[in-house]
Protein backbone atom coordinates (compact mmCIF):
# COMPACT_ATOMS: atom_id res chain seq x y z
CA UNK A 1 0.00 0.00 0.00
CA UNK A 2 1.34 3.20 -1.12
CA UNK A 3 1.82 6.05 0.97
CA UNK A 4 -0.91 8.39 0.16
CA UNK A 5 -3.27 5.59 0.53
CA UNK A 6 -1.83 4.79 4.08
CA UNK A 7 -2.14 8.70 5.10
CA UNK A 8 -6.06 8.27 3.30
CA UNK A 9 -6.75 5.33 5.35
CA UNK A 10 -5.03 6.89 8.72
CA UNK A 11 -6.93 9.91 8.80
CA UNK A 12 -10.40 8.50 7.39
CA UNK A 13 -9.86 6.05 10.40
CA UNK A 14 -9.49 8.46 12.78
CA UNK A 15 -12.89 10.59 11.43
CA UNK A 16 -14.81 7.10 11.52
CA UNK A 17 -13.48 6.80 15.06
CA UNK A 18 -14.72 10.26 16.39
CA UNK A 19 -18.25 9.69 15.12
CA UNK A 20 -17.91 6.47 17.05
CA UNK A 21 -17.10 8.87 19.97
CA UNK A 22 -20.10 11.19 19.43
CA UNK A 23 -22.20 8.47 18.62
CA UNK A 24 -21.29 6.70 22.01
CA UNK A 25 -22.02 9.86 23.37
CA UNK A 26 -25.13 9.83 22.23
CA UNK A 27 -26.08 6.44 23.33
CA UNK A 28 -24.50 7.12 26.68
CA UNK A 29 -26.83 10.17 27.44
CA UNK A 30 -30.01 8.36 26.13
CA UNK A 31 -29.10 5.79 29.34
CA UNK A 32 -28.38 8.62 31.70
CA UNK A 33 -31.91 10.46 30.35
CA UNK A 34 -34.01 6.84 30.64
CA UNK A 35 -32.12 6.55 34.16
CA UNK A 36 -32.92 9.95 35.75
CA UNK A 37 -35.57 11.44 33.35
CA UNK A 38 -38.99 12.12 35.82
CA UNK A 39 -41.16 13.95 33.42
CA UNK A 40 -41.94 11.16 30.79
CA UNK A 41 -43.77 7.97 30.41
CA UNK A 42 -40.54 6.36 30.94
CA UNK A 43 -40.56 7.48 34.26
CA UNK A 44 -43.51 5.57 35.20
CA UNK A 45 -41.88 2.03 33.47
CA UNK A 46 -38.67 2.47 35.60
CA UNK A 47 -40.58 2.75 39.29
CA UNK A 48 -42.47 -0.68 38.23
CA UNK A 49 -40.16 -2.28 36.55
CA UNK A 50 -36.26 -3.60 37.05
CA UNK A 51 -36.19 -3.90 33.31
CA UNK A 52 -35.97 -0.36 31.93
CA UNK A 53 -33.17 -0.16 34.75
CA UNK A 54 -31.45 -2.43 33.85
CA UNK A 55 -31.62 -1.28 29.89
CA UNK A 56 -30.69 1.82 30.85
CA UNK A 57 -27.32 0.97 32.75
CA UNK A 58 -26.78 -1.27 29.47
CA UNK A 59 -27.17 1.59 27.45
CA UNK A 60 -24.63 4.20 29.36
CA UNK A 61 -22.14 1.07 29.45
CA UNK A 62 -22.56 0.44 25.80
CA UNK A 63 -22.19 4.21 25.56
CA UNK A 64 -18.90 4.85 27.55
CA UNK A 65 -17.60 1.79 26.55
CA UNK A 66 -17.68 2.75 22.52
CA UNK A 67 -16.67 6.25 23.51
CA UNK A 68 -13.24 4.67 25.17
CA UNK A 69 -12.95 2.63 21.82
CA UNK A 70 -13.61 5.76 19.45
CA UNK A 71 -10.64 7.43 21.49
CA UNK A 72 -8.32 4.10 21.75
CA UNK A 73 -9.19 3.69 17.94
CA UNK A 74 -8.35 7.90 17.55
CA UNK A 75 -4.51 7.49 19.05
CA UNK A 76 -3.79 3.79 17.28
CA UNK A 77 -5.16 5.38 13.92
CA UNK A 78 -2.41 8.97 14.59
CA UNK A 79 0.41 7.32 16.00
CA UNK A 80 -0.14 3.80 13.74
CA UNK A 81 0.05 2.02 17.11
CA UNK A 82 -0.26 -1.79 16.07
CA UNK A 83 -1.51 -3.30 19.28
CA UNK A 84 -4.04 -0.70 19.87
CA UNK A 85 -5.32 -1.04 16.02
CA UNK A 86 -6.04 -5.14 16.89
CA UNK A 87 -7.29 -4.11 20.24
CA UNK A 88 -9.76 -1.82 18.46
CA UNK A 89 -10.80 -4.22 15.94
CA UNK A 90 -11.66 -6.92 18.55
CA UNK A 91 -13.79 -4.65 21.02
CA UNK A 92 -15.15 -3.47 17.86
CA UNK A 93 -16.61 -7.29 16.87
CA UNK A 94 -17.86 -7.70 20.09
CA UNK A 95 -19.75 -4.72 20.53
CA UNK A 96 -21.61 -5.35 17.03
CA UNK A 97 -22.25 -8.58 17.61
CA UNK A 98 -23.90 -7.83 21.61
CA UNK A 99 -25.65 -5.00 19.68
CA UNK A 100 -27.07 -7.69 17.32
CA UNK A 101 -28.02 -10.21 20.01
CA UNK A 102 -29.80 -7.52 21.92
CA UNK A 103 -31.90 -6.21 18.75
CA UNK A 104 -32.56 -9.89 18.20
CA UNK A 105 -33.55 -10.36 21.32
CA UNK A 106 -36.08 -6.94 21.97
CA UNK A 107 -37.32 -8.13 18.88
CA UNK A 108 -39.03 -11.38 19.73
CA UNK A 109 -39.98 -10.26 23.31
CA UNK A 110 -41.65 -7.15 22.14
CA UNK A 111 -44.89 -8.50 22.52
CA UNK A 112 -44.09 -9.78 26.02
CA UNK A 113 -43.11 -5.95 26.82
CA UNK A 114 -45.83 -4.54 25.91
CA UNK A 115 -47.79 -7.08 27.98
CA UNK A 116 -46.09 -6.12 30.85
CA UNK A 117 -46.42 -2.48 30.32
CA UNK A 118 -49.99 -2.53 30.16
CA UNK A 119 -49.56 -4.61 33.47
CA UNK A 120 -47.44 -1.80 35.15
CA UNK A 121 -49.76 0.78 33.88
CA UNK A 122 -53.16 -0.84 35.16
CA UNK A 123 -51.65 -1.56 38.49
CA UNK A 124 -50.30 2.24 38.94
CA UNK A 125 -54.07 3.35 37.70
CA UNK A 126 -55.63 0.88 41.11
CA UNK A 127 -53.12 2.07 43.77
CA UNK A 128 -53.12 5.16 42.45
CA UNK A 129 -53.11 7.87 45.39
CA UNK A 130 -51.88 11.46 44.26
CA UNK A 131 -49.08 11.18 46.41
CA UNK A 132 -46.50 10.08 45.08
CA UNK A 133 -44.26 12.88 43.00
CA UNK A 134 -42.22 10.33 40.85
CA UNK A 135 -44.62 7.73 38.63
CA UNK A 136 -47.85 8.90 39.19
CA UNK A 137 -47.49 12.50 38.57
CA UNK A 138 -45.78 11.67 35.89
CA UNK A 139 -48.63 10.20 34.66
CA UNK A 140 -51.04 12.64 35.01
CA UNK A 141 -48.26 14.61 32.83
CA UNK A 142 -48.78 11.93 30.45
CA UNK A 143 -52.70 11.89 30.39
CA UNK A 144 -52.90 15.88 30.17
CA UNK A 145 -50.53 16.37 27.98
CA UNK A 146 -51.64 13.65 25.35
CA UNK A 147 -55.21 14.24 26.41
CA UNK A 148 -56.19 10.95 27.64
CA UNK A 149 -57.44 8.97 30.29
CA UNK A 150 -56.40 5.38 31.64
CA UNK A 151 -54.61 2.63 29.55
CA UNK A 152 -57.91 1.57 27.62
CA UNK A 153 -60.26 4.43 28.93
CA UNK A 154 -61.46 5.90 31.51
CA UNK A 155 -62.93 2.91 32.97
CA UNK A 156 -59.17 2.19 34.34
CA UNK A 157 -59.67 4.51 37.25
CA UNK A 158 -63.09 2.57 38.34
CA UNK A 159 -60.62 0.13 39.24
CA UNK A 160 -58.93 2.86 41.53
CA UNK A 161 -58.72 1.74 45.29
CA UNK A 162 -59.71 5.51 46.42
CA UNK A 163 -62.26 6.03 43.90
CA UNK A 164 -64.00 2.30 44.80
CA UNK A 165 -64.07 3.06 48.47
CA UNK A 166 -65.41 6.82 48.58
CA UNK A 167 -68.30 8.05 49.27
CA UNK A 168 -67.88 11.12 46.76
CA UNK A 169 -67.57 10.62 43.34
CA UNK A 170 -64.12 10.94 42.06
CA UNK A 171 -62.17 11.13 38.70
CA UNK A 172 -58.65 11.28 37.97
CA UNK A 173 -57.76 15.18 38.01
CA UNK A 174 -55.32 14.81 34.85
CA UNK A 175 -58.34 13.57 32.70
CA UNK A 176 -60.27 16.46 33.23
CA UNK A 177 -61.25 17.60 29.82
CA UNK A 178 -60.35 21.38 29.30
CA UNK A 179 -62.93 22.12 26.93
CA UNK A 180 -66.08 20.25 29.03
CA UNK A 181 -67.55 23.50 31.73
CA UNK A 182 -66.54 22.98 34.84
CA UNK A 183 -65.17 24.36 37.96
CA UNK A 184 -61.33 24.81 38.71
CA UNK A 185 -58.67 22.65 37.09
CA UNK A 186 -56.18 20.67 38.84
CA UNK A 187 -53.01 19.12 37.82
CA UNK A 188 -52.44 15.71 39.87
CA UNK A 189 -54.88 13.94 42.21
CA UNK A 190 -58.21 12.91 42.64
CA UNK A 191 -61.16 15.82 41.34
CA UNK A 192 -64.99 15.37 42.69
CA UNK A 193 -67.31 16.43 40.17
CA UNK A 194 -71.33 16.71 40.47
CA UNK A 195 -72.58 15.76 37.44
CA UNK A 196 -73.82 12.70 36.11
CA UNK A 197 -70.81 11.81 34.14
CA UNK A 198 -66.84 13.02 35.11
CA UNK A 199 -65.45 15.74 32.56
CA UNK A 200 -62.67 13.59 31.18
CA UNK A 201 -61.29 12.43 27.64
CA UNK A 202 -62.70 9.88 26.48
CA UNK A 203 -60.09 7.81 24.81
CA UNK A 204 -57.51 5.77 26.34
CA UNK A 205 -53.48 6.77 26.40
CA UNK A 206 -52.30 3.17 25.09
CA UNK A 207 -52.49 4.21 21.15
CA UNK A 208 -50.61 7.52 22.09
CA UNK A 209 -48.48 6.08 24.43
CA UNK A 210 -47.28 3.40 21.77
CA UNK A 211 -46.85 5.95 19.13
CA UNK A 212 -44.59 8.17 21.68
CA UNK A 213 -42.61 4.91 22.04
CA UNK A 214 -42.37 4.30 18.86
CA UNK A 215 -41.19 7.34 17.90
CA UNK A 216 -38.34 7.07 19.97
CA UNK A 217 -37.88 3.84 19.10
CA UNK A 218 -37.26 5.06 15.64
CA UNK A 219 -34.62 7.56 17.08
CA UNK A 220 -32.66 4.96 19.23
CA UNK A 221 -32.88 2.77 16.11
CA UNK A 222 -31.62 5.39 13.87
CA UNK A 223 -28.57 5.89 16.56
CA UNK A 224 -27.48 2.27 16.67
CA UNK A 225 -27.79 1.55 12.75
CA UNK A 226 -25.83 4.60 12.39
CA UNK A 227 -23.34 3.33 14.68
CA UNK A 228 -23.21 0.21 13.66
CA UNK A 229 -22.17 1.27 9.90
CA UNK A 230 -19.60 3.19 11.77
CA UNK A 231 -18.22 0.23 13.93
CA UNK A 232 -18.02 -1.38 10.25
CA UNK A 233 -16.41 1.13 8.44
CA UNK A 234 -13.85 1.11 11.11
CA UNK A 235 -13.05 -2.60 11.15
CA UNK A 236 -12.02 -2.70 7.73
CA UNK A 237 -9.90 0.65 7.90
CA UNK A 238 -8.19 -0.32 11.22
CA UNK A 239 -7.45 -4.09 9.87
CA UNK A 240 -6.35 -2.07 6.15
CA UNK A 241 -3.99 0.29 8.49
CA UNK A 242 -2.87 -2.25 10.82
CA UNK A 243 -1.83 -4.17 7.70
CA UNK A 244 -0.11 -1.35 6.14
CA UNK A 245 2.36 -0.87 9.36
CA UNK A 246 3.23 -4.32 9.35
CA UNK A 247 4.53 -4.27 5.76
CA UNK A 248 5.90 -0.83 6.76
CA UNK A 249 7.76 -2.25 10.09
CA UNK A 250 9.27 -4.88 7.41
CA UNK A 251 10.93 -2.55 4.63
CA UNK A 252 12.44 -0.40 7.46
CA UNK A 253 14.20 -3.86 8.35
CA UNK A 254 17.79 -3.51 7.38
CA UNK A 255 19.40 -5.78 4.83
CA UNK A 256 22.43 -7.14 4.96
Not at 61 to 68: F, H, I, K, N, T
Request: glycine letters at 10%; one cysteine or more.
Amino acid sequence: MGKGCITVTKYFLFLFNLLFFIFGALIMGFGLWVLFDNQSFIAVLQESSDTVKVASYILIGVGSLSMAMGFFGCIGAIYEIRCLLGLYFTCLLLILVAQVTAGVLIYFQRDRLKYEMSNIIKGMIINYTGQNKTTEHTWDYIQRTMKCCGWTGPGNWSENLWIKNSTQKLYSCSCRNDTLPGTHIEQVGLCEYLAQDPPVYETGCATNVEKWLLDNCGIILGICVGVAVVELLGMILSMCLCKSVVQEDYTKVPKY
